[in-house]
């Protein structure tokens, strides 16, 4: 199954499932608030009859808006570590960004002035649908997906790297440094 967040025209925001070149409205205000509904994916996979919109005519908002958290995982591709001159971590770097980061996939970049290395990654995007804490297998945390979808981890590297202060948090969380899914082909929910 396929799930998406579109704009309105009053504004308002919907939590739409994706039937070809047809989006059917699932009676939420985004993919975030549907997920935290009791059996989603069955409700989500019998809605019909109601309100629907072209794909085409649509603007997709980012897939969860507010999100509890989102947390990233830096330094987890080889070749894009190796070209910024840097070593391979021995574990995993982790790094979060802020919910006021997340935008639309089509959505403006708002590209800071100052910025010297602007720069962007593709990532997948694992979306949790439960709560989740301590999990005790790999089962366990399959458990607790939801969905993959599309992400672009902007960074301005200077801010990251190369000013007095530097950190991780200061280049990846300016606002609208995250577009989110999803290219409706790209975003895919288990059913």
């Not at 908002?61 to 070749?79: D, E, H, I, R």
């Not at 935008?103 to 590209?111: E, F, K």
């Not at 979306?127 to 366990?140: C, E, F, H, N, Q």
């Not at 939801?146 to 590297?157: L, M």
Request: aromatic share 8%; proline share 6%; with cysteine.
């Amino acid at each position: 199954m396929k799930l998406a967040t579109i704009r309105l025209a009053d504004g308002k925001t919907a939590a739409v499932r994706v039937d070809g070149d047809t989006l059917v409205h699932l009676g939420a205000t985004d993919v975030g608030s549907l997920l935290a509904q009791p059996e989603w994916q069955s409700r989500a996979a019998a809605v019909s009859g109601t309100t629907s919109y072209a794909a085409a005519d649509a603007t997709f908002a980012t897939l969860v808006p507010t999100p509890s958290k989102v947390v990233c995982v830096g330094l987890n591709y080889k070749t894009h570590i190796q070209e910024m001159g840097r070593d391979l971590p021995e574990y995993p770097t982790l790094f979060a960004k802020f919910a006021d980061c997340l935008i639309g996939a089509t959505d403006d970049i708002l590209r800071p002035v100052e910025t010297t290395e602007f720069d962007w990654e593709v990532a997948l995007a694992v979306v949790i649908g439960k709560t989740a804490r301590y999990l005790s297998s790999p089962d366990a945390a399959r458990e607790v997906i939801a969905g993959y979808t599309i992400s672009n981890d902007v960074s301005e590297r200077a801010y990251q790297h190369d000013v007095p202060g530097g950190q991780w948090s200061k280049g990846k969380c300016s606002q609208t440094f995250n577009p989110l899914g999803p290219a409706p082909e790209k975003t895919t929910f288990p059913t």
